[in-house]
């Protein structure tokens, strides 16, 4: 949740096909880690763990917007379910605003 009653709020279902999600984690994971130089393209924003991964298919991420963003740094929370189906992997994924936001 945002502690804002307006706020944005993004929600998905993503199927990566032919791929396993232990794949898909790992990836996800070098990028909040940026492994090999990855960053973020859009605003150069950093991600970082929001709560302790372990073994979970849930991912608690949070994203915090770069310094060239257009009314100064904000912070999205983001969950990620990993679910393996046959050789499909598939993600239910939430994005949302910690700041008063309608973009």
Same mark, same amino acid.
């Given at each position: 949740g945002s502690p804002h009653f307006v706020h944005a709020k993004c929600d998905m279902n993503v199927v990566?096909? #032919?791929q396993s999600c232990e794949d898909v984690k790992a990836e996800v994971l070098a990028r909040v880690n940026g492994q !090999? #130089?990855?960053f973020d393209p859009h605003n150069l924003g950093t991600y970082g763990i929001r709560e302790e991964?372990? !073994?979970s298919d849930t991912f608690?991420?949070?994203?915090q917007t770069g310094?060239?963003?257009?009314?100064?740094k904000n912070t999205d929370f983001l969950d990620l379910t990993f679910t393996q189906?046959?050789?499909?992997?598939?993600?239910?994924?939430?994005s949302e605003t910690q700041v008063a936001s309608v973009y």
């Open positions: 990566m096909p #032919g !090999d #130089g990855w991964i372990g !073994d608690k991420l949070t994203r310094s060239v963003s257009v009314g100064g189906k046959g050789s499909d992997c598939h993600i239910d994924a939430c």
